[in-house]
T-cell receptor
Framework: AQTVTQSQPEMSVQEAETVTLSCTYD???????LFWYKQPPSRQMILVIRQEAYKQQNATENRFSVNFQKAAKSFSLKISDSQLGDAAMYFC????????????FGKGTSLLVTP | KAGVTQTPRYLIKTRGQQVTLSCSPISGHRSVSWYQQTPGQGLQFLFEYFSETQRNKGNFPGRFSGRQFSNSRSEMNVSTLELGDSALYLC????????????FGPGTRLTVT
C-alpha cells in the first residue's frame, strides 16, 4: 500500500510571507495523481491543487504552487503571500488506478497564520 | 452547480444502534466515495461506488456497508455501533477516472455514546 508522509504536524507563517509544507510518498507505480486538500475549522475539505505524475511541470493555482520531485517522491506545497484565511489543516493525498481510485491521505499539517 | 450534500450533519447514537448516512453528489458525478476521519487514525477510505456498484472497499469491518442508487445518491450504514465509530464521515464525488478530483461534502459528525 502507498504511504503518504507529512513530517510537519504544525507550521506557522506571518501574513504576506511564504510557507512550504512537505509531503513524501512511497510507491512503485509510475502513473498516479497527487493532491493537496485544505480543511478549515468548518471541516469542509477543499481541493487546493493537483499534480499528474506524468507531467514534469509543477502545478500552480494562484498563490499556491507545488514542487514535484518524482524521483525523490516528494510533493511540497508552497503558499505565497499568506493570508489569514489560509489557516487550516492541509492534507497531501495520493491516488492511482491500482489503489482503486481511493485517496490515500497523509496525517496533515496544521497551518497557523499570524497577523 | 450545487456541491456535495450530506445529511444529517450531526448525529448522536447509542452503542449497539445502527445509523444511515446520506450523500448526494454533484450533478453529473457518478462516483461516490466515503471516508472516515478521526483524530487518531486520520482520514481512512471506506468504500467507493460507481453506477450502483461497489468498486473498492477499505479495511473496515462488515458492520460498515453502503449502496448507491440510480440517481448516484449514496448511503452508508453502520450497524451495531461502537464507541470507536464516533467520527466525521465524509462523502466525496467525482467524475470517472483516477485523474479527476474528488469534491467533498461538509461531512456528518457521528457521536456514539
Amino acid at each position: 500500500a502507498q504511504t503518504v508522509t507529512q513530517s510537519q504536524p504544525e507550521m506557522s507563517v506571518q501574513e504576506a510571507e511564504t510557507v512550504t509544507l512537505s509531503c513524501t510518498y512511497d510507491t512503485s507505480e509510475s502513473d498516479y495523481y497527487l493532491f493537496w486538500y485544505k480543511q478549515p475549522p468548518s471541516r469542509q475539505m477543499i481541493l487546493v491543487i493537483r499534480q499528474e505524475a506524468y507531467k514534469q511541470q509543477n502545478a500552480t493555482e494562484n498563490r499556491f504552487s507545488v514542487n514535484f520531485q518524482k524521483a525523490a517522491k516528494s510533493f511540497s506545497l508552497k503558499i505565497s503571500d499568506s493570508q489569514l484565511g489560509d489557516a487550516a489543516m492541509y492534507f497531501c493525498a495520493y491516488r492511482s488506478a491500482n489503489s482503486g481510485y481511493a485517496l490515500n491521505f497523509g496525517k496533515g499539517t496544521s497551518l497557523l497564520v499570524t497577523p | 452547480k450545487a456541491g456535495v450534500t450530506q445529511t444529517p450533519r450531526y448525529l448522536i447514537k447509542t452503542r449497539g444502534q445502527q445509523v444511515t448516512l446520506s450523500c448526494s453528489p454533484i450533478s453529473g458525478h457518478r462516483s461516490v466515495s466515503w471516508y472516515q476521519q478521526t483524530p487518531g487514525q486520520g482520514l481512512q477510505f471506506l468504500f467507493e461506488y460507481f453506477s450502483e456498484t461497489q468498486r473498492n472497499k477499505g479495511n473496515f469491518p462488515g458492520r460498515f456497508s453502503g449502496r448507491q442508487f440510480s440517481n448516484s445518491r449514496s448511503e452508508m450504514n453502520v450497524s451495531t455501533l461502537e464507541l470507536g465509530d464516533s467520527a466525521l464521515y465524509l462523502c466525496a464525488s467525482s467524475l470517472l477516472g483516477q485523474g479527476y478530483e474528488q469534491y467533498f461534502g461538509p461531512g456528518t459528525r457521528l457521536t456514539v455514546t
